[in-house]
């Protein structure tokens, strides 16, 4: 035979209870959990990439529309919403660092802290969405902005930033409900002793995903609500 | 009942007891023992189903079209009948069979196997791919029962957005729920292929199978999400009466072609990768000597990759983007050709002192690579400026895709199938009527598609449902051989089904093939592999008495 | 009469046989790589066919120079074809200086064709052989394509822009129009005819047909209707309030954000439709817009009137006074 071969069930083999049995040892398991992450948050640049090309070739065309509907934006909710999201990457990473000094309730502490920050952006999101919608600057048939400058033409071309504003800002939403569901889940199983300094690695994939979200905020955060903002 | 993986010795089949030994067929039976599966060679199986499903559905809308093209007046189904077949005819091979196909069916069967593991990195995200692709499939299905959609596959903006009163937003959706059962694949085999491989099997010893079903998921997890966004979009803009590429509005609906053209070219990429991966094992089986020039091949593959993604421009050449940037397309377009050629020339080197057998696997391989040339060479055809502006849009371009799907991806997939097929199911399938079936194919198939070339040199637009007169005889020609093909497909059908009844045993390795797939039985055992193979040496090293060793079926006279 | 089985086209225009060079050079290319694969596939089939069941191939030493010489040789081929097929191609974006300007939009489901001296027809154009014509297209609706394949030509018909293609006519005849870009219901039913006449005979036809207005002509007459002269010509009484159009179209024009634009003819369309969107330096966007007003047809007279305005020729109505800039 051309091949020879190993037996992986010898006697005597310890198994983690969290090792998956397709995987040969927890170090593989990690490794591949921890891959898969980084090729999922891939596809997930990719997917906003598409959203920020309409956004720079529409900017481009009509840069004088979009700083005038941005100012629409209120910068300050949207700055405390900025401070919100890196203060709840911050706590993302302190609830790792519990596990890696092995503080279970302290895990759960910072996660419930993680989500509790979240919330607080879906809320101030809220407040802002409600807004818009009272104002009537929400694309579509029902659009009709008090603006000056986005009358007629103008007010026509605004609507593209506002359905970018809501698409953009309406999908990263969507995935920060997801991670505060994932979130949830990780922190009922972190009271339950799940994690530890040996084995954190899902705490640690699911802190890859929140601080992506993060980074997209950081992205939309400028883009969206400070264009112009210096002339104002 | 679990399949979960034991210690157990295999039962060994002894003729008193004519027990079978167990294998991932018989490890458990029952419905959910299939509908809850980890298993990815179950999983390789339940897409097998639901993809042929989709190919039927899909080859019925081009058989309804086939006819209607018969005769120059529309006289079967109205134009905008007419206009929706060709539609769902589209959205149903290209993201239902095209593109799930040979990695969703062959990939998920034979990755883990051929490079020594037990399964994929993550079989239950395997398994959801599986039902995200039949949740989008449902979604179509919906939109397809209420009367499809008539925009083209292509979704070309205002019209989808604005002008189209059929149920783009379901096909929409359907397409993009879809294409997260693409991405889970992709990334599923990336993380596998980096980290499970047996100890031993170093990159430059993998199949090239592997390296390019690697290449294929690169595109994959760069590309859909391109898509996706855009299909969201399209239906967002439907639905809310947004005008992102309404130019009343001032959107841009090149813009839009941009973003489609960005997923959909290097998705064609996605489709032909696979099936080169197939023909190299189909080759290198079937001429019992390594791949010539293996690390070309493989470097090839990841190559048409990376330029796959820089020449979607040239679906817009008379589009209205400028000539500067058709020229750079152009350009790159070329450059994407030379991997493929070099491909194309190192398979047909391999043959060269080679051990040849024209058994049906070797039919479909060598009927692959005469088919990819010309499909090939009419793409660089096209590439060239000056010619595509007066074949863009026309029957040139619809028969050269077709070259390079059904001649090339199809072609592979169908020799992929007959090749595997004993170790899929333990079976064998009649010989004679596999030839005859492959010869049906190939005949059918040059029939079907090279009328067409004439007619779209000679102006016959695409999606037309009626045309002047002269073009009468050509369509004839095509929709004759369009049934001749029909038929080719229809008996492998049949006879894989019986084989899996009646069909003779084929013993571990009726080939007498080299990989380590064949190292094991057939069918696999579900965990693949008893003991993990440690491995030595490369791909494809064949020598005489190894060969009579391995080969469970003497004579070799199989399918 | 056609044959009942044409093979190849007609070729009716100048840039045919230019095209048709490619596809004939690259036909031979394809041929000839295919029979090369296919004859060598069929001889090693038959001269390396398996002896016996444990047969196998022999493996040959590797020949990097054989890999270098088919990446080489296909890629000098390839180049080679690229930079004919992009000559060819440049052809087809740079019409003669002496073209003829005829204007055509594309609607579901009809082709609409105006002459330059305001002859209109619908899904047919009679044009003079032997004069170069430069086709200004736009679609109402949705893309739309101009396909005449005797011509051997294709442009797509934008909404919202201006897309432009040239030719030159050679030999008399009907030959077929095709919508190429597939645009709903009728999407097969949009086709119509380019008729090519004798320069006599083109004549003759204008001639025979009710005497319509030039383009510049019906131009002219919606700039009065419309009251383009009271902001953009100056009057004894009253100072313009808008830029000179006179010797505008193909300048560089300074815009108000700092920014320069050339004045072509989708500038000119987007600043009766929208404006504001680029404000010339030193005036005032008071402008109102058009939209909705004028179809894409007059818009095209429009353009062709203010196309026809030179820089000296600007004194018919206006008394020649001088021009007073507001600051902003």
């Given at each position: ?12 083999a310890a198994h983690h209870p969290a090792l998956q049995?397709?995987f040969d040892n927890m170090e593989q398991q990690k490794e591949s959990a921890t891959l898969g992450m980084w090729l999922f948050l ?40 900025t401070a919100v999201l890196i203060c709840s990457s911050l706590t993302m990473a302190l609830a790792i660092w519990s596990a890696q000094i092995n503080r279970r309730k302290l895990i759960v502490f910072f996660l419930l802290a993680t989500i509790a920050l979240g919330s607080v952006f ?53 995935h920060m409900i997801i991670g505060i569901g994932v979130l949830a889940v990780l922190a009922v199983l972190s009271w339950k002793g799940r994690y530890d300094a040996h084995y954190h690695n899902p705490l640690e994939c699911s802190g890859l995903y929140w601080h992506f979200v993060d980074i997209v905020w950081i ?14 | ?120 990195a993550f ?68 993380v596998?292929?980096?980290r ?364 | ?328």
């Open positions: 035979m051309a091949s020879t071969t190993i037996d992986t069930h010898a006697p005597g049995h397709h891939v596809t997930e640049i990719m997917f906003f990439g598409g959203l920020f090309t309409a956004y720079v070739v529409y900017r481009h065309a009509f840069p004088g529309v979009f700083a005038a509907a941005s100012h629409h934006l209120d910068v300050t909710l949207g700055g405390i919403n879906l809320g101030i999101k809220t407040v802002e969405y409600r807004d818009k919608f009272h104002h009537h600057l929400v694309p579509g048939t029902s659009f009709a902005p008090d603006d000056p400058h986005l009358q007629g033409v103008a007010g026509q071309q605004s609507q593209i930033f506002f359905a970018l504003y809501f698409i953009m800002t309406g999908l990263h939403a969507l992205f939309l955060f400028p883009l969206l609500y400070l264009i112009g903002a210096h002339a104002r | 009942m679990n399949t979960t993986v034991d210690t157990a010795e295999p039962v060994v089949p002894s003729p008193e007891t004519g027990s079978e030994p167990r294998n991932y067929l018989n490890a458990a039976y029952g419905l959910r023992s299939w509908l809850l599966t980890r298993d990815h060679k179950r999983i390789a199986i339940l897409y097998l189903i639901s993809v042929t499903a989709f190919f039927a559905l899909g080859s019925f809308f081009a058989l309804l079209i086939r006819l209607e093209l018969l005769t120059p007046e529309g006289d079967l189904v109205s134009p905008d009948t007419y206009n929706r077949l060709f539609t769902m005819h589209g959205i149903v091979m290209v993201f239902f069979f095209l593109i799930p196909g040979i990695p969703a069916v062959l990939g998920n069967f034979l990755v883990p196997l051929m490079i020594g593991a037990k399964d994929l079989p239950r995200i395997n398994l959801a791919s599986w039902y995200i692709y039949c949740l989008g499939g449902l979604f179509t299905l919906w939109s397809i029962v209420h009367g499809g959609v008539d925009t083209g596959w292509t979704f070309y903006t205002p019209f989808s957005t604005h002008y189209s009163n059929t149920y783009v937003i379901s096909a929409a959706l359907g397409i993009f729920i879809t294409g997260f059962s693409s991405i889970f694949t992709g990334l599923n085999f990336i596998t292929i980096h499970m491989r047996a100890p031993g099997m170093t990159w430059f010893r993998l199949p090239l199978f592997i390296w390019s079903h690697y290449a294929t998921s690169l595109i994959i997890v760069l590309g859909t999400p391109v898509i996706a966004i855009t299909i969201l979009l399209v239906a967002a803009e439907k639905l809310l009466h947004l005008g992102i590429f309404d130019p009343a509005l001032g959107g841009d609906p090149v813009l839009f072609q941009h973003l489609f053209w960005f997923y959909s070219h290097p998705a064609v990429y996605i489709m032909i990768l696979p099936s080169m991966g197939v023909i190299s094992e189909l080759v290198a089986a079937f001429a019992r000597k390594p791949v010539f020039g293996y690390k070309v091949v493989a470097f090839a593959s990841i190559g048409i990759a990376v330029l796959g993604f820089l020449v979607w421009g040239h679906h817009m050449f008379v589009a209205g983007e400028s000539v500067y940037v058709a020229t750079v397309f152009s350009v790159l377009s070329m450059l994407v050709a030379i991997p493929s050629a070099v491909k194309v020339f190192n398979w047909t080197f391999t043959l060269y002192q080679g051990s040849i057998s024209l058994q049906t696997p070797m039919l479909y391989a060598l009927g692959f690579i005469g088919l990819f040339t010309l499909g090939g060479l009419t793409g660089v055809m096209l590439a060239t400026l000056g010619l595509d502006v007066h074949v863009h849009d026309t029957y040139f371009i619809v028969a050269h895709f077709h070259y390079i799907m059904v001649g090339g991806t199809i072609m592979g997939y169908l020799g992929g199938l007959h090749y595997w097929w004993p170790k899929i199911s333990g079976k064998l399938y009649p010989a004679f009527l596999s030839r005859l079936s492959a010869l049906l194919v190939f005949v059918g198939f040059n029939l079907t598609f090279f009328p067409q070339f004439i007619l779209g040199y000679l102006g016959m637009p695409r999606r037309y449902w009626s045309y002047p007169p002269e073009f009468q005889v050509l369509n004839v020609l095509s929709t004759a051989g369009a049934s001749i093909l029909g038929v080719g497909y229809l008996l492998p059908l049949c006879y894989f089904i019986w084989s899996m009844r009646y069909g003779k045993n084929s013993g571990d390795n009726p080939w007498g093939a080299v990989g380590l797939e064949w190292d094991t039985s057939s069918p696999p055992p579900t965990e693949n592999f008893l003991t993990t193979p440690v491995v030595t040496h490369g791909p494809y090293e064949y020598n005489p008495k190894e060969v009579h060793d391995r080969t469970s079926q003497p004579e070799a006279r199989v399918g | 009469m056609r044959s009942q089985l044409p093979l190849f086209p007609d070729s009716a225009s100048t840039l045919s046989p230019h095209v048709d060079a490619l596809f004939l050079a690259w036909s031979v290319v394809s041929a000839f790589f295919t029979l090369l694969i296919a004859v060598l596939i069929l001889y090693f089939m038959v001269r390396y066919r398996r002896r016996g069941a444990d047969d196998v191939g022999e493996v040959e030493r590797p020949m990097l120079w054989l890999e270098i010489a088919w990446t080489a040789i296909p890629l000098g081929i390839v180049m080679a074809m690229f930079v004919w097929g992009t000559l060819v191609f440049f052809q087809l974006y740079r019409p003669p200086a002496d073209a003829v300007e005829y204007y055509s939009v594309g609607k579901q489901w009809m082709w609409k064709f105006q002459h330059p001296d305001g002859h209109r027809e619908i899904n047919a154009l009679h044009i003079p052989a032997g004069r170069a014509i430069r086709l200004k297209l736009t679609a109402e609706d949705v893309i739309h394509s101009f396909y005449v394949p005797a011509f051997r030509l294709k442009q797509d018909a934008l909404p919202g822009r201006y897309t432009q293609v040239w030719f030159k006519a050679t030999k008399p005849g009907i030959y077929h129009l095709f919508c190429a870009e597939y645009c709903g219901a009728e999407h097969s039913r949009m086709i119509g005819w380019i008729v090519v006449m004798e320069p006599r005979d083109y004549e003759a036809w204008l001639a025979g047909g009710p005497a319509g207005k030039t383009m510049v002509a019906s131009g002219a007459e919606l700039f009065e209707q419309l009251a383009c002269q009271t902001c953009h010509r100056a009057a004894p009484n009253r100072p313009a309030r808008g830029p000179r159009l006179e010797g505008l179209y193909g300048t560089q024009v300074k815009l108000a954000n700092g920014g320069t634009v050339t004045a072509d003819d989708d500038y000119i369309r987007e600043s009766i439709l929208n404006p504001t969107a680029k404000i010339t330096a030193g005036w005032d966007p008071i402008m109102p817009t058009f939209q909705g007003q004028v179809s894409e047809e007059q818009l095209l007279q429009l353009l062709s009137y203010i196309k026809s305005l030179h820089a000296d020729n600007g004194g018919s109505e206006a008394a020649g006074g001088q021009t007073a800039k507001k600051t902003p």
